[in-house]
Structures are given as C-alpha cells and as structure tokens.
C-alpha cells in the first residue's frame, strides 16, 4: 500500500553528521507512523527511532539519545533522521519504516511498511 525509499547514507569520519531521508510514495505518509531501524552483519535489527502521525512525539534508542533527531514533512512526503556526533558503532543499515496506529512502537514487529535500507558507515 506504501513504498518507502531511503536515501542520504555514505561514509563519514567519527564526529561528522549525516541526514537520512525517507520518502514515501502516493502521499500517503501523513497517515503513518514512522520508525527507523539499523542493522548489522550477524546482529538483530535494531531500534533508532519513532515519530508519530502529527510529529508531536518521538521516541529514541538509549544509544542515540542527544546525538539523533527524527522529524517529519507531512507536505514533503517525507521523513527524516538528523545523526550528529556519529560514532563507528553506528555502523549500520538503515532502515525506514511506517505504521498505521496513532501510538509509537520500537518493536519492528509493529512496522508492515519497509524500504529498502542505506547504508551508513562511520570511520574511526
């Protein structure tokens, strides 16, 4: 019913920033809640972040709290995740992801909707 493309991963040295972006498809992403996820080789996927329909509350992982910032352009169609202060533990795919409920969730059991992922490497 959507499809979610991210986009804005590369390679950045420990400290840098990068914005990831998700864009969704038929305008339909102001009807979602909105999470992403990262994974690495050999390791579960992971919990990053989560925003709800209107933007008003968010949720993070304990390990990016401070450093990370997911927001939302219902207009654009769009969502995104503003790393700052990168560290080579962030490693990783990311992941966006989309819901239907009103309620936030870091259980990626919750998420129907997934892209494709990008990746993100941080050197040390």
């Known amino acids: 019913q959507v499809q979610l493309l991210e986009s804005g991963g590369g390679l950045v040295q420990t400290g840098g920033s990068l914005r990831l972006s998700c864009a969704a498809s038929?305008?339909?992403?102001?009807?979602?809640?909105m999470g992403w996820f990262r994974q690495v080789p050999g390791k579960e996927r992971e919990f990053v972040a989560s925003i709800t329909k209107s933007g008003i509350s968010t949720d993070y992982a304990d390990s990016v709290k401070g450093r990370f910032t997911i927001t939302r352009n219902n207009a654009e169609n769009t969502a995104y995740l503003q790393m700052n202060s990168l560290k080579p533990e962030d490693t990783a795919v990311y992941y966006c992801?989309?819901?239907?409920?009103?309620?936030?969730?870091?259980?990626?059991?919750?998420?129907?909707?997934w892209g494709q992922g990008t990746q993100v490497t941080v050197s040390s």
């Open positions: 992801a989309a819901r239907n409920s009103v309620y936030l969730s870091g259980n990626l059991k919750d998420y129907p909707y």
């Open positions: 038929g305008r339909t992403l102001s009807t979602k809640a």
